[in-house]
Nanobody, 124 residues
């Protein structure tokens, strides 16, 4: 069993930055691929970024490529999402998720564990 707790969301002006953190409980964190998803009102949940167990493989949605950076610290059981040059369209609830497969996963259904979400609001 893995429990995930996100933090770092908030209100920021367009062009600003936020850093999301997700702390995981459980001794097997280092073997899990991790993902950040987001869901805006009236829209489906979408994968924003994902990282393999070692950090050697990453994925970014086209909409955030070049602006967001995912990283992880297995020693601290934490995954991060650095978000720069934020846009109003980035406004959403952001969820951290863990997949027991060590490789990057692209499908939400493959992630077995989810955090409660953290709100990110970008004002224009």
């Amino acid at each position: 069993q893995v429990q995930l707790v996100e933090s770092g969301g908030g209100l920021v002006q367009a062009g600003g930055s936020l850093r999301l953190s997700c702390v995981a409980s459980g001794r097997t964190f280092r073997s899990y691929a991790m993902g950040w998803f987001r869901q805006a009102p009236g829209k489906e949940r979408e994968l924003v970024s994902a990282i393999s167990w070692s950090g050697g493989s990453t994925y970014y949605a086209d909409s955030v490529k070049g602006r967001f950076t995912i990283s992880r610290d297995n020693g601290k059981s934490t995954v991060f999402l650095q978000m720069n040059s934020l846009k109003p369209e980035d406004t959403a609830v952001y969820y951290c998720a863990a997949d027991s497969d060590s490789r990057v996963s692209f499908v939400a259904a493959e992630y077995a564990y989810w955090g409660q979400g953290t709100q990110v609001t970008v004002s224009s």
